[in-house]
């Protein structure tokens, strides 16, 4: 068992109000003024401006790029090729370590994708390095592009998603479905999909002596910091990397991509600093994507709807030179008990950009396939999608055996279904109405993702003024890191947050690791609080062991840090301001170090997951097949809220990717050459405001005492997890048609 | 983008004199045109501005009762014109229904009848597109061509044209009055657009150089005002261009159609009168059977340009179908939250399944 | 070759020679007057992170060139507060939680100004949410947004009730 760390009361407590206030965010008014600084908004003297010339087929060789057309272009500085690239300390190619992704840097003339740089442009102004690009007019040697699931040479990776193993069982699948009373076997397709952030991946990049400063937005500063070193054979020391603000990550933004350090190069070649900012249309290709999958359940139950045997098989792609594959199936893993699970995943390689994480991967792709079939089993079975999966509720993690941490899962089923008023769903599909005669339907999905932690360090201070300053190199991409880690940092201080100042989105503060996996508040979070807990027990002996203050001989009894002063915890009317007890000591600040890790042994005991349950209205006009998301509810048990308001918005966010995944996006990939035909925003949809009318997200109490100090699991990406295949459930309970392929689009529904 | 030559003339005939010269394009809001240059597939050597033109910022009603919407009109201006709403509902939804509310304050009424086809292909300078380099091909035919034309098609494009505003007009015997090197001249907005036949590259008959003053609505036109309608499918409820779209104005007399127009879009290069079907109309007590009578002689030489979009056949018949339907119920007093989209609200309950 | 240009940004008169008539009014500001609070999403009329008011009304400065722009009135997101004083559809973003990476929010607050001052919308949600459809959030601050407007657009009504 591992400790349990919440109920043993240190002997210095800090006691504050700040964690599970709805604070607005800190960075508020900046972001509403206009005056946030984004990567691409950096002010250096004498920018250059840089833009990538990028391929246009998917597999072959530039033979030719017309250099000297682009160089005579008014304000053209120069062009990079392959040929005047500056020098790399380490190949582009290689990979020492399984986060180590290939980059395309003009290592050679190959094009291994579309859309990947062959060339870049660097001019005095925008304009002419954007017509440079184009006077590039690149002509290639072409060989057949690979794009497509039914590519040949399908083989079975090794490891899918972050070295979890591509194939997983436990108990006898193919006897359970031979034995069993009702079975489904369906499969799902999924898109390609683009993480497609507001903000393009920019790079504002600045070489002073053997020093640089890069500014670009990042998920993961110390990692961008390193990989730099690495390439450019430097110190880390001298790369700064500042990333205050990014205008949107989902992954896309988590290691530094090829063309951000192209952005470097261009700054190396000229001399001077160099801004490139991404082209939408160049975020199709070498800054990562979802893959496209192809999943295949099977599923059977006994005479009573009770599971006895799940299969979910995925076929995916990955790029022809680098490895992430979808992990897809692990969904499986985790969600519905059956005695007999098994999951298992198929790759083949085609002509694209390396496929990357991208907000829930593996997740949110398994889960509408998941909860597609689970919902056809429970059809199968005559039974309520609700009833059907609360009767297949695992109690235990069904893969692995291990008990939850903790599970509010029946929770959000009830809340959820009360709230939406479920009760009131038709069983059979096609029976609902609404005043205007459009069908309405029905559906639900499970919501689910692992509570993780990464690595992460904080620093606190506590300065002779009595205020405090907390360091941690964390990352706002929108889940607001500026506000909720201020409040931990100032509960962990016994401080107002007015007291404190925050400071962050640098990576020259303590590496708080990545902000991905929804473990940034988690595993930052502890960092914060145990910087902030060490602070306080350095300030606490400085006090309890000094005779002239009011606290001395309190050591065994321990005191509480609370808005700025230490009380005596068994006599609290004794107390001494922070400033009181620096200012005897003769201190001007006083500092501490924290660090937050997995707990390996919490991990081995614990399967820990945050939980909930989406319930989706759709309408769908019955001619057209059109339809809209109507009314979406979710209930979600994800641990300690640090911040109500912050934590709606990201399950808000979640739950409109789920309609997106459902409705409307997808990579449109011409087969024939592999290239996406509609790298826009035009035609690449996401939903718009009119689409999702009506949100509510519950979180449902849940005190989790295993998964990290705090008690926080995160809600980051679990909102997109059970929202698509509730939409997908909706849209079949409304229509009576299964569209498996997805997005489910209107062709399909009246086709 | 290329460089170009900026000349923001004066007069009208100054600007039909500079545009005349081969490689000059005529600048509006230029939503469609710099959109286009900044992806390459326009590249013009001069610019000539008409946004400083007098007398092309206004909509008139004429002495004859006809409606002349100057070609610098917004489109949201237009929209929003209380009078022109009421006299023409269904264009005013149409114009609603289109694009964005920031692009609608840009664009103008010319620019709209002007905008070029969202056929991706055509938008991608690496593809064979025999619209953008006559001869070089069609990537869509045998692509990636879900929502490609239905009707009026040929083996060289297969492309849609892309505008909302153009169907009620088309349906309402809209006349573009332009301004050309051989002087001025009118044309029925339904001889506007050129099918694609063997010159896809060919869109319209104007002339190089030839400047649309107006659009021009008969008087006839605000007869329909009591049942007129713009009906869009999208794969998005707004911010999309129409998978297949419909206009529908009647005209009744006491519990008949004396008369009515019809016109679809997103099936053809050219917004497209449906005028069998509206014959077929004319004298009829209106219902759903005839409604969907008229909906099948409207798609009656409709055929998929590929198997992905055959659904459009059904689907333009069932959205001319409900657009009579609509209209026989009625104009709405407001255009609807979500215009002409199927979630607006309706009042009659209209829809059948 | 270069042309005269003159231009209100924000109240205050500017002339500047501009040298290449291919500057978007969006580039203008961020790249040659240092108003780097307009984004850019897609640049191509497609997302409306750019969005501004040109002349009172709202409009993608993207697709709009500076050069044609000659004489216009543009107000930007730098130009909405009054000192210290947030302008109510700031403070009802900041208050409904109307964005989260906040890369959108310039153009959704120029866009729900717009929306305010065409006053098609009123008070009616749908109306709201179709108003500011024109304005793509891939964070899906949507919820928020619209609250956000609904909000202001009270505020600002309770202030013309109590001028007039
Ligand atoms: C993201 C996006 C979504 C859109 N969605 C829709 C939609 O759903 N429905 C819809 O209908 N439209 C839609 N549009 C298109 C939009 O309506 C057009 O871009 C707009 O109407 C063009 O008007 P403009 O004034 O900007 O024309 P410009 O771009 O200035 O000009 C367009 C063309 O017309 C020529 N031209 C302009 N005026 C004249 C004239 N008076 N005489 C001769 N030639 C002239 C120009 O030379 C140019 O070739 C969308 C556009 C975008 C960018
Ligand atoms: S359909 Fe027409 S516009 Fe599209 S690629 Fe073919 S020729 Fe070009
Ligand atoms: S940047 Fe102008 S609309 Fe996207
Ligand atoms: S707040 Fe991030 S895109 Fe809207």
């Known amino acids: 068992m591992p400790e349990l760390k919440l109920n043993q009361a240190p002997a210095h407590v800090r006691h504050g109000s700040n964690m599970g206030q709805p604070l607005t965010r800190r960075d508020g008014v900046l972001k509403v003024t206009g005056a946030a600084p984004y990567a691409a908004d950096s002010k250096v003297e004498g920018l250059l401006h840089a833009v990538l010339a990028v391929s246009t087929i998917a597999r072959g060789r530039v033979t030719h790029l017309d250099v000297a057309a682009a160089k005579a272009h008014p304000g053209v500085v120069d062009v990079m090729t392959p040929e005047n690239r500056p020098a790399l300390a380490e190949d582009p190619d290689a990979k020492t370590n399984p986060f180590m992704f290939r980059l395309d840097l003009l290592q050679n003339d190959r094009v291994r994708y579309p859309n990947q740089p062959i060339a870049v442009v660097i001019a005095d102004t925008l304009e002419a390095a954007t017509e440079g690009a184009a006077l590039l007019a690149p002509r290639y040697e072409t060989e057949p592009a690979r794009a497509g699931l039914d590519t040949e040479g399908r083989f079975s990776p090794n490891t899918v998603g972050v070295g979890n193993p591509a194939e997983a069982s436990h108990g006898d699948v193919e006897a359970g479905l031979a034995g069993a009373a009702k079975r489904v076997e369906a499969t799902y397709e999924t898109p390609a999909q683009y993480h497609n952030a507001m903000e393009p991946h920019a790079i504002v990049a600045h070489f002073e002596g053997d020093r640089l400063t890069v500014d670009t937005p990042s998920q993961g500063l110390a990692m961008a910091q390193g990989r730099l070193a690495g390439l450019f054979g430097m110190d880390p020391k001298n790369i700064l990397v500042r990333s205050p603000f990014l205008g949107g990550g989902f992954g896309s933004k988590g290691f530094i991509a090829g063309p951000q350090i192209l952005g470097v190069l261009a700054a190396k070649l000229t001399g001077r600093p160099v801004k490139l900012v991404l082209r939408r249309e160049h975020m199709y290709g070498p800054v990562g994507h979802r893959a496209p999958t192809r999943q295949t359940l099977r599923l059977a139950t006994d005479g009573d709807g009770a599971l006895q045997a799940l299969h979910h098989h995925t076929l995916t792609a990955s790029s022809t030179f680098d490895d992430f594959f979808e992990p897809a199936s692990d969904i499986a893993h985790t969600l519905y008990a059956s005695p007999a699970i098994r999951t298992s995943h198929e790759a083949v390689r085609v002509d694209s950009g390396t496929p990357l994480f991208m907000r829930a991967p593996g997740e949110a792709t398994g889960s509408i396939a998941l909860e597609s079939a689970i919902d056809e089993m429970a059809e199968a079975c005559g039974m309520d999608p609700l009833e059907f999966r609360l009767k297949n509720y695992a109690e235990i993690e069904p893969l692995s055996g291990k008990p939850f941490s903790s599970k509010a899962l029946r929770e959000c089923y009830r809340q959820g279904a009360e709230r939406f008023g479920w009760s009131k769903r038709s069983l059979a599909p096609r029976q609902m109405r609404d005043a205007d005669g459009l069908l309405v339907g029905y559906g639900m999905g499970t919501a689910t993702f692992p509570a993780l932690m990464f690595q992460a360090n904080a620093k606190a201070i506590i300065k002779r003024d009595g205020t405090g300053v907390v360091e941690s190199g964390t990352h706002d991409m929108g889940q607001g890191a500026w506000t909720a880690f201020a409040q931990v940092a100032a509960d962990s201080l016994g401080l107002d947050i007015e007291q404190i100042e925050y400071r962050a989105g640098r990576s020259d503060l303590p590496d708080a690791g990545i902000a991905g996996g929804s473990a940034h508040t988690a595993t930052a979070g502890t960092a914060i609080h145990r910087a902030g807990a060490a602070v306080i027990a350095k300030l606490a002996a400085l006090a309890t062991e000094n005779p002239d203050s009011p606290l001395y001989g309190a050591g065994n009894a321990g005191v509480i840090a609370r808005e700025g002063r230490l009380h005596r915890r068994d006599d609290e009317s004794r107390s001494e301001t922070f400033a009181a007890i620096l200012d005897r000591a003769g201190l001007d600040q006083i500092e501490e170090s924290g660090a937050a890790a997995t707990d390996p042994a919490a991990a081995g005991a614990y399967a820990m997951h945050a939980h909930g349950a989406v319930f989706a209205e759709v309408k769908v006009d019955p001619d057209f097949g059109q339809i809209r998301a109507t009314r979406l509810v979710g209930a979600f048990a994800a641990g300690r809220i640090i911040n109500p308001k912050l934590v709606r918005s990201q399950l808000f966010g979640g739950m409109i990717w789920g309609v997106s995944f459902a409705l409307h996006e997808h990579a449109a990939v011409d087969h024939r050459t592999g290239r996406v035909m509609n790298p826009n925003l035009g035609e690449y949809h996401i939903p718009v405001n009119a689409d999702v009318p009506a949100l509510e997200a519950i979180t449902v109490d849940e005190h989790d005492p295993h998964v990290n100090d705090l008690g926080v699991k995160g809600v980051g990406e679990i909102g997109i997890t059970g929202s698509a295949g509730a939409v997908a459930n909706a849209v079949w309970h409304a229509t009576g048609v299964r569209v498996r392929n997805f997005p489910i689009t209107l062709d399909q529904l009246i086709g | ?353 | 070759m270069s042309s005269p240009l003159t231009l209100t940004v924000n109240g205050v008169q500017r002339r500047f020679d501009l040298d290449d008539p291919r500057v978007t009014l969006l580039d203008l500001l961020r790249e040659r007057l240092d108003l780097t609070g307009t984004k850019k999403g897609c640049d191509r009329g497609q997302c409306g992170a750019c969005t501004i008011l040109v002349d009172g009304q709202r409009i993608n400065s993207c697709l709009a060139l500076a050069i044609s722009h000659d004489g216009a009135d543009i107000l930007t997101i730098e130009g909405v507060a009054h000192g210290d004083a947030l302008h109510p559809v700031q403070a009802a973003f900041i208050q409904h939680d109307g964005f989260q990476c906040g890369f959108c929010t310039p153009g959704q607050i120029m866009s729900a100004i717009g929306l305010i001052r065409e006053g098609q919308a009123g008070d009616d949600p749908e109306r709201v949410r179709e108003g500011m459809s024109g304005n793509l959030c891939r964070c899906g601050a949507y919820a928020g947004i619209t609250e956000a407007v609904l909000e202001a657009h009270h505020t600002l009504n309770r202030k013309a009730e109590q001028a007039a």
């Open chain 2, 1 to 353: 983008m290329n460089r170009f030559e900026y000349l923001r003339p004066a007069t009208a005939a100054d600007a039909v004199a500079a545009a005349a010269q081969p490689g000059a394009a005529y600048l509006a809001a230029g939503t469609n045109l710099l959109d286009l240059m900044k992806g390459g597939i326009a590249r013009p050597d001069t610019l000539v501005d008409i946004t400083r033109l007098p007398g092309l910022d206004t909509v008139e009603t004429l002495p004859d009762g006809s409606t002349r919407i100057g070609a610098l009109v917004r489109n949201a201006r237009l929209a929003h014109d209380a009078g022109f709403a009421r006299r023409y509902p269904a264009v005013a939804e149409a114009l609603l229904s289109g694009a964005s509310p920031q692009l609608r304050n840009a664009a103008t009424a010319g620019g709209n009848l002007l905008q070029r086809t969202r056929c991706t292909y055509f938008y991608d300078t690496a593809s064979a597109c025999n619209k953008r380099q006559p001869g070089s091909g069609c990537d869509a035919l045998h692509g990636d061509n879900r929502l490609h034309a239905v009707l009026g098609w040929s083996e060289r494009c297969i492309a849609t044209h892309p505008s909302d505003f153009c169907v009620p007009l088309a349906a309402l015997d809209a006349v573009v009055e332009t301004h050309g090197p051989a002087g001025p001249r009118e044309i029925p907005l339904e001889a506007f657009h050129l099918l694609p036949g063997d010159a896809p590259e060919r869109e319209t008959v104007l002339q190089p150089g030839e400047l649309i003053l107006a659009v021009r609505l008969p008087p006839q036109a605000a007869e329909f005002a009591a049942h007129s309608r713009y009906l869009k499918v999208r794969e998005r409820t707004s911010y999309a261009f129409a998978v297949a779209s419909a206009a529908a104005a009647l005209r009744m007399e006491g519990d008949r159609v004396a008369e009515a127009r019809i016109a679809l879009g997103g099936v053809a290069l050219k917004p497209w009168r449906a005028r069998e079907a509206e014959a077929l109309l004319a004298g009829q007590k209106p219902d759903a059977a005839l409604f969907r009578r008229a909906a099948d002689a409207a798609l009656a030489d409709a055929r998929p340009s590929a198997p992905a979009n055959a659904f459009k056949i059904e689907l333009a018949r069932r959205i001319v179908a409900r657009a009579l339907t609509l209209a026989a119920a009625g104009t709405p007093n407001r255009i609807p939250a979500l215009p002409a989209s199927p979630f607006a609200h309706q009042t009659g309950g209209a829809h059948h399944a």
